[in-house]
């Protein structure tokens, strides 16, 4: 099993960055492909961007692209979420996610709010 744990969210004025981290903990790290996901209020959930177990590869949504880097260090068994040029928009919840084959795991989210 695998736990997760999101961190770095806050209040952020439009055009500012922020750094989102997610622990991960009870699994080997260095297996798994994680990503990001994001729900914002009375929307459903949204896929922002994953990397693979290297780190070599990565994809990204249309609507972030450019803006947001997503990056780990398995060393410290931890995913990253840079966010640059940040909108209103952007408000959400955001979820870490670890899977490998049918398995897949969640954090319970962390808020990030960009104010106009």
């Known amino acids: 099993q695998v736990q997760l744990v999101e961190s770095g969210g806050g209040l952020v004025q439009a055009g500012g960055s922020l750094r989102l981290s997610c622990a991960a903990s009870?699994?080997?790290?260095?297996?798994?492909?994680m990503g990001w996901f994001r729900q914002a209020s009375g929307k459903e959930r949204e896929f922002v961007a994953t990397?693979?177990?290297?780190?070599?590869?990565?994809d990204y949504a249309d609507s972030v692209k450019g803006r947001f880097t997503i990056s780990r260090d398995n060393a410290k068994n931890t995913v990253y979420l840079q966010m640059n040029s940040l909108k209103p928009e952007d408000t959400a919840v955001y979820y870490c996610?670890?899977?490998?084959?049918?398995?897949?795991?969640w954090g319970k989210g962390t808020l990030v709010t960009v104010s106009s």
């Open positions: 996610n670890a899977a490998l084959g049918i398995k897949e795991y």
């Open positions: 990397v693979n177990w290297s780190g070599d590869n990565t």
């Open positions: 009870g699994g080997t790290f260095s297996s798994y492909s």
